[in-house]
């Protein structure tokens, strides 16, 4: 009894250890794939970029000029975290934005990924002249119809990206960066 | 002889299709089918997924039923079906990533779907490998089939579209039927229909 049981364990184990061996590589780069798409989506064209683990954003810069950072932000939408990648030129415009992950309804909130009229609003939002906030709560975001909660988080996400945006801006002495309060 | 033999597997396919169909008729699996059928697509491959588990561990428990002893069974099957389902779960996410994170949760929860471990019990250990392969394609197959026919209406109801193809273009659809209570409503609809279909031959 012990017998079987153990050999089961230890084939079973031994067959997915192999697999996790095998399947390593291309999972991982499967992930760097991801991130290099979303990246080139947030951020104009760009040869260099390096990852900052610490405030989890990344420098993107073309021939030692900075093109741009992608900030990656996580928000609570409404059937979880709402994590977003958001491509601010050091203008303080925000370039693109991609989502990560989202666990958003499928069919309502889960449009933010497929809605382009929302999606296409993101591309060169400059904070200093549009509200960030969804136009039921005054500003100028469209919502998704029928998704306010995912989209004012969307719009909340976005937000964060760009006071942190101002705080890396103000630490690289940059003067890209404006108040935009 | 050998004829006969074949039409005794065809028919193990088609009864998993029809007869033993696990989400119109036996009711099993309910969990993955109201959850991941808010579009074709999503049914078909979560329908897909467990066929490929539902093979596999149909075959090879039956190939190891006859050397397990009976008070440790359960543990063996389920650590073999976990086996298959974690080796998927490692090829889904290595090929074909898009699709793995749509499932999520759902290709981990096959371990416990109800119809892998039921074929198991009530088929694949008392008899062959090769019948047990058939038993799980057929219960497979049927279990793809209603998840995509479900996954279809419900995609037509509620967002207006075929396997992500609009045809209404630019309308919502009705967005209940992409929600739960939808889910339930369909389900309910198509299991009538299925059964009635299936009293009439």
Redesign the interface.
């Known amino acids: 009894m012990v017998t079987v049981l153990g050999l089961t364990c230890l084939l079973c184990s031994a067959i997915l250890g192999g697999a996790y061996v095998l399947t390593k590589e291309p999972i991982d780069k499967a992930a760097a794939q991801k991130t290099n798409q979303a990246l080139s989506q947030v951020l104009p064209p760009f040869t260099d970029v390096e990852y900052n683990e610490e405030g989890r954003y990344y420098t993107a810069k073309d021939a030692e000029k900075l093109v741009g950072y992608a900030i990656e932000s996580t928000t609570v939408g409404f059937g979880g975290a709402l994590s977003l990648i958001v491509g601010v030129t050091p203008d303080g415009v925000v370039y693109n934005t991609s989502v990560l992950s989202h666990s958003e309804t499928p069919g309502l909130g889960a449009k933010c990924t497929t809605d382009q009229k929302f999606m296409s609003q993101w591309k060169g939002f400059n904070p200093a002249v549009k509200k960030l906030t969804v136009t039921k709560d005054g500003g100028d975001v469209d919502a998704i119809t029928a998704s306010t909660i995912t989209s004012r988080a969307y719009a909340l996400a976005v937000e964060n990206a760009l006071t942190k945006f101002n705080e890396i801006a103000g630490q690289a002495g940059n003067d890209g960066g404006q108040d935009n309060e | 002889m050998t004829e006969d033999k074949t039409m005794s597997k065809f028919k193990l396919i088609t009864d998993g299709l029809v007869k033993n169909n696990p989400t119109f008729v036996l009711l099993l699996g309910m969990c993955p089918t109201l959850a991941t059928t ?2 074709a697509i ?1 049914g078909l491959s979560m329908g897909l997924a467990t066929l490929f588990v539902l093979v596999l561990s149909n075959m090879a428990i039956s190939a ?1 039923a006859p ?3 009976d ?2 069974h359960i ?2 099957y389920i ?2 079906i ?2 298959f389902v ?2 998927l779960q ?2 889904m ?3 074909t ?1 898009a699709m793995y ?1 749509t499932l999520g949760l759902f290709i981990p929860l096959i371990v416990v779907n109800c119809i892998v471990l039921g074929r198991a019990e009530a088929f694949a250990n008392k008899h062959g490998v090769l019948e047990s392969a058939c038993d799980g394609l057929g219960v497979g197959l049927g279990f793809t089939c209603s998840l995509t026919v479900l996954g279809l209406v419900r995609e037509i109801l ?2 207006g579209s075929v396997f992500g193809y609009n045809f209404i273009g630019g309308n ?2 009705m ?1 209940a039927f ?2 739960a209570p939808g889910a339930f409503l369909c389900l309910g609809y198509l299991m009538v229909l299925f059964n009635k279909f299936l009293k009439k031959n």
């Open positions: 808010t579009s999503n190891i050397v397990v002893p008070k440790v543990p063996v650590v073999v976990a086996t974690t080796l490692l090829l996410q290595a090929y990533p994170e509620g967002s919502d659809g967005l992409v929600m």
